[in-house]
């Protein structure tokens, strides 16, 4: 294991990943949050420049890959809203690929279409990071969340985690249950309304990684043995039939009185945006680490992926 085996690498996909590798990113965004802490920035990627391509709205994603660039020294061409580039007259995304590799030594692409970010792979022989493609992956977001899991309790072997919400669409668990079949953890509960349940090859491959998991849509059943619960939006971008969205958005909602049932050592997720899933009454219980933990392991989770990426 040494710091050189991400160096030019593309990361599309949890699946890619050795626990080993694992290991080497949550190590690297240890040293970055020091480095942050102590100094702020660094001059490591001076004379690299990050294309931030997002064709999907983005608040943390974009914000955090601009800033763990900007940290390490390099320079962004930061395009959010391609609606203002050559995208809006047709152009497809190979060739805006293309052209934005020609300018810079990574890609960060967010798209909507399942797979882009292979698409764009295959496109240029510059590194391409998938930042969320529709409702397919999520792979760095997986990343800091393992890294916020990591931080709270030194190991995933062993802990009850319970998924909750839109399991069919939300882009983040998907890639999470992969990154967590690497390891044993006691339990995955997944807690979803019928209608928006995990995907079935998904649950598949982390059962055959033989993973312990338990369906229900009953979270009460749950929250008393859970180590870490970890909330997520219902898409509505991914509906068809705005109806069904209506019926289900609300479905779980953490209030105070939901965290008298968490057990006391657990630990509250949610990759953000919020939607109304937690009440904002929950921020200040100790056990809500989504504002104070999850979101800065963003940035360190992607200086880490950035240095790791461009430096030899
Ligand atoms: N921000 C996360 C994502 O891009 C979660 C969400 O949008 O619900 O997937």
């Avoid at 497809?92 to 293309?98: A, G, I, K, N, Q």
């Avoid at 990684?209 to 979270?219: G, V």
């Avoid at 997520?232 to 209030?255: G, N």
């Avoid at 921020?283 to 680490?289: E, F, G, L, T």
């Amino acid at each position: 294991m040494n710091d050189t085996m991400f160096f030019q690498r593309d990361i599309l996909t949890s699946d890619q990943f050795t626990k080993a590798e694992v290991g080497l990113i949550i190590e690297k965004a240890r040293v970055m949050r020091n480095l942050v802490a102590r100094q702020g920035t660094t001059d490591i990627l001076k004379g690299k420049i990050m294309t931030a391509l997002f064709y999907e709205p983005s608040s943390r994603t974009f914000g955090s890959f601009i800033a763990a660039m900007q940290r390490l020294g390099g320079g962004i061409i930061p395009l959010q809203g391609v609606v203002y580039s050559s995208v809006a007259k047709g152009e497809s995304l190979p060739d805006t690929v293309r052209t934005f590799a020609s300018f810079s030594d990574i890609i960060v692409l967010r798209h909507p279409t399942v797979g882009a970010s292979h698409t764009a792979a295959d496109a240029t022989d510059v590194p391409v990071i998938n930042a969320g493609d529709g409702p397919g992956e999520h792979p760095t977001q997986a990343l800091l969340d393992f890294f916020t899991i990591m931080d709270r309790f030194g190991k995933v072997d062993g802990l009850t985690i319970t998924l909750v919400g839109d399991l069919k669409n939300g882009r983040t668990v998907h890639s999470l249950l992969t990154l967590l079949s690497l390891y044993r953890p006691k339990r995955v509960n997944l807690v979803s309304p019928s209608v928006l349940p995990m995907p079935a090859e998904r649950l598949q491959k982390a059962k055959q990684a033989r993973i312990a998991i338990s369906e229900t849509d009953r979270l009460e059943e749950v929250l008393a043995t859970t180590d870490v619960l970890y909330v997520t939006r219902v898409q509505k971008e991914r509906f068809a039939d705005l109806d069904v969205y209506e019926r289900v958005k609300h479905a779980y909602v953490i209030t105070p009185e939901t965290m008298k049932h968490l057990n006391k050592n657990a630990i509250l997720m949610h990759p953000f945006p919020r939607v109304g899933e937690i009440a904002t009454e929950v921020d200040s219980d100790p056990r809500a680490v989504y504002l104070t933990r999850q979101i800065p392991n963003g940035m360190y989770v992607r200086m880490a992926l950035l240095s790791l990426i461009l430096c030899r």
